[in-house]
């Protein structure tokens, strides 16, 4: 037997702990094809579709050690519901698919990076099944993560995007209070009673670096320009495969105009009296801190 991770979608199949839902390794057959291929030619290979091997980051193989496995095996693999389903494999009737959305704000860093590395590389896995230069299946490439067109050989790699997300800074013009900027996107609802707010961030496109990429993303969706931005940190998003990039940036001129296709109202908040933000375990929660911890230091 080895022990596998079972994720659906953006789920992942957990049990109940004494006081949280915690991911575990299920136990599958090892007998099957895509285990030998992960034992005997690669750790990193992609195995058939629905599997994936893991190796665990070097931080996740410390705290794998508390991830549960049925077994005394470590985990070692993640497979899809489907693939359970196709060889009539069952889950634990105690057992329940919990949104990793919902799991990453009290996750230790570790496992959100292998839970995230695995959602994203069966999610890719599934989505690339034929080779896009000449249209013939795909196959697991025998010794990297990737997959191979046995037609004209091109190799597929899984592929992220970079993304930047930006905090942005100014004094309160009245009264010296650090503010940070926020927006509340569409995609949060109707900004009603208790409306949350995000940071600004898009997707970096060809050709621009990510400085440049911050300046233009809040320049089209508020109308502002920023001077010293600075990098912050990153974090890998499965939404569905960004690498953000995190920055500071100071207010330097203009008014705010919102771009009303993405967002329905921007503004600048003081520090001491922030709206609802995104919740701990993404990197906007993070930065936000950060910012908090940085004025708190210079007082
Ligand atoms: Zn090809």
Redesign the pocket.
């Given at each position: 037997m080895i022990s596998a991770l079972v994720i659906d979608g953006d789920q992942i199949l957990c049990e109940k702990t004494a006081t949280d839902w915690l991911p575990f390794g299920l136990n599958i057959p090892a007998s099957s094809d895509d285990h030998k291929l992960s034992v005997m030619e690669s750790e990193e290979a992609v195995n058939s579709e629905g599997f994936i091997s893991l190796h665990p980051t070097d931080h996740g193989q410390n705290q794998a050690k508390n991830l549960k496995a049925q077994s005394s095996d470590r985990i070692s693999a993640a497979v899809s519901l489907d693939y359970l389903r196709a060889r009539h494999l069952t889950v634990p009737k105690s057992a329940s698919f919990i949104p990793f959305r919902k799991l990453i704000m009290s996750l230790p860093t570790a496992y959100y990076q292998d839970l995230s590395a695995a959602m994203q590389l069966l999610r890719w896995q599934a989505h690339t099944r034929f080779?896009?230069?000449?249209?013939?299946a795909?196959t697991p490439h025998p010794s990297e993560r990737a997959l191979l067109?046995?037609?004209?050989?091109?190799t597929h790699y899984p592929r992220i995007q970079p993304c930047v997300i930006t905090v942005v800074t100014r004094a309160n013009p009245q009264t010296g209070v650090t503010q940070i900027l926020l927006a509340h996107h569409h995609r949060y609802g109707k900004p009603d009673t208790d409306p949350q707010y995000g940071l600004i961030a898009g997707f970096v496109e060809v050709g621009e670096s990510l400085e440049q990429a911050v300046q233009r993303e809040i320049n089209e969706e508020v109308g502002l320009a920023v001077s010293n931005i600075r990098y912050l940190g990153s974090q890998q998003w499965p939404y569905p495969s960004n690498l953000m990039a995190a920055f500071q940036a100071e207010f330097d001129s203009g008014d705010i105009c919102v771009e009303l296709a993405e967002l329905s109202h921007a503004d600048f908040f003081d520090i001491t009296d922030l709206p609802k933000i995104p919740s701990k375990g993404s990197i906007a929660f993070e930065i936000i801190q950060q910012v908090i911890e940085q004025d708190r230091h210079s007082v």
């Open positions: 080779c896009s230069r000449c249209a013939a795909l067109c046995a037609n004209c050989k091109l």
